[in-house]
């Protein structure tokens, strides 16, 4: 049986160097593999031209680069959002979310397959967990992204939307731009895709390690956000990491009757412990954090409800970024009202509690928050 070859993003850059001791070869040739990786993101071994041609044999032999199988991409927003689906070499799929934006570009980016936590409102979640990702299956995901903004620069910025595209699904109103106006790099990657980071700690970590080092993909602390629905251990680890990357939490309620009602986790750790914990990170840390609150009509909205978090949230070092509910087939749950949504933030603002609402990318192609399925992905 041959044995299969191992991927060259699975190496840090001491992997490397120990790597090529085995081939003989001196270190400086580590940094010159991670920069053609990460920077000239070449896709063939062989593409590798500062490398002896000699070395690029031996090494093509048992390595790759990358281990997912691209499936596709379908687009929306008048081609500023791109979805890709990626088969891993277990067969499970899962998406990442490409968003360019004139002054940046984002990718949402999945940390696991599935995903155990159960929230009543996502798609994701509804899959169970399926398998944890290795640290180069999510670098691969920012790689790609990478390789995307690329080609988009500046050949097909004019091209005409496709029958995939579907421009113009926010009802709140699109801020996606124009192709005409695309970034010139990634510079944000955010761990809100599918799966939950904090259950896949040490592998995701390892991904950020790799996503920050400035030898290769070079993405500062600040462009990095991680979104959790709550895992106390996990906020407890971060506020000692190295790296002041961004954290987000998903909240969507403000007491325990409700959100253990739609989000299984608070049943571990509930409301008060969760809130606690997030002030002594803001203390530890001095970084600002931000609560996800995904609006449901009729179940979450109410402006009691936002008088009752507002109550929860006064003092601390936040930022409520509310989320009207994007639909998933077969979940009998509403998309709040405009209206319902802006009297929710006019509670939280007239409190002193900092709040936006997200506008929304990628509705139309099952892109959006909470939308992410793997194994299902619209579009002809």
């Given at each position: 049986?041959?044995?299969?070859?191992?991927?060259?993003?699975?190496?840090?850059?001491?992997?490397?160097?120990?790597?090529?001791?085995?081939?003989?070869?001196?270190?400086?040739?580590?940094?010159?593999?991670?920069?053609?990786?990460?920077?000239?993101?070449?896709?063939?071994?062989?593409?590798?031209?500062?490398?002896?041609?000699?070395?690029?044999?031996?090494?093509?032999?048992?390595?790759?680069?990358?281990s997912l199988t691209y499936v596709r991409t379908v687009s929306a927003d008048n081609q500023m959002t791109h979805k890709a689906l990626f088969q891993l070499p277990t067969g499970e799929q899962i998406e990442s979310v490409l968003m360019l934006y004139p002054d940046r570009a984002t990718v949402?980016?999945?940390?696991?397959?599935?995903?155990?936590?159960?929230?009543?409102?996502?798609?994701?979640?509804?899959?169970?967990?399926?398998?944890?990702?290795?640290?180069?299956?999510?670098?691969?995901?920012?790689?790609?992204?990478?390789?995307?903004?690329?080609?988009?620069?500046?050949?097909?910025?004019?091209?005409?939307?496709?029958?995939?595209?579907?421009?113009?699904?926010?009802?709140?109103?699109?801020?996606?731009?124009h192709p005409d106006a695309l970034p010139q790099h990634l510079g944000n990657v955010v761990f809100m895709g599918m799966g939950e980071p904090f259950a896949n700690y040490d592998r995701w970590w390892k991904a950020v390690e790799c996503l920050h080092d400035p030898n290769g993909i070079n993405i500062g602390a600040r462009g990095l956000t991680v979104s959790t629905v709550g895992l106390v251990p996990g906020?407890?680890?971060?506020?000692?990491?190295?790296?002041?990357?961004?954290?987000?939490i998903s909240l969507h309620a403000p007491n325990d009757a409700l959100r253990s009602s739609m989000m299984p986790v608070n049943d571990r750790w509930n409301v008060d412990e969760l809130l606690a914990t997030t002030r002594a990170y803001i203390t530890k840390t001095n970084r600002r954090v931000s609560f996800e609150y995904v609006l449901l009509q009729g179940q979450n909205d109410t402006p009691e409800?936002?008088?009752?978090?507002?109550?929860?949230?006064?003092?601390?070092?936040?930022?409520?970024?509310?989320?009207?509910?994007?639909?998933?087939?077969?979940?009998?749950?509403?998309r709040s009202e405009r209206q319902r949504v802006v009297a929710f933030q006019r509670v939280l603002q007239d409190a002193h509690v900092a709040c936006t609402v997200r506008v929304e990318r990628g509705m139309s192609i099952a892109a959006a928050c909470g939308q992410l399925a793997g194994s299902v992905i619209t579009g002809p």
């Open positions: 049986m041959t044995t299969p070859r191992r991927d060259l993003l699975a190496y840090t850059l001491p992997e490397l160097v120990d790597l090529l001791a085995m081939y003989t070869q001196p270190a400086f040739r580590a940094k010159q593999i991670y920069r053609q990786l990460y920077v000239n993101l070449v896709d063939d071994i062989q593409q590798m031209t500062d490398l002896p041609l000699a070395l690029r044999s031996e090494l093509a032999q048992h390595h790759a680069i990358g949402c980016v999945s940390t696991q397959a599935g995903c155990a936590m159960g929230c009543t409102f996502c798609a994701t979640g509804r899959l169970g967990l399926l398998r944890n990702l290795e640290s180069h299956h999510i670098v691969e995901q920012v790689v790609w992204a990478r390789r995307t903004l690329r080609s988009l620069q500046p050949s097909t910025a004019h091209t005409a939307p496709t029958q995939a595209d579907a421009s113009g699904d926010d009802w709140w109103g699109n801020d996606g731009g906020i407890k680890k971060l506020a000692d990491a190295p790296y002041p990357i961004n954290l987000a409800l936002a008088a009752e978090l507002a109550d929860k949230l006064q003092g601390m070092l936040c930022h409520v970024n509310l989320i009207p509910w994007n639909p998933v087939p077969g979940m009998p749950l509403g």
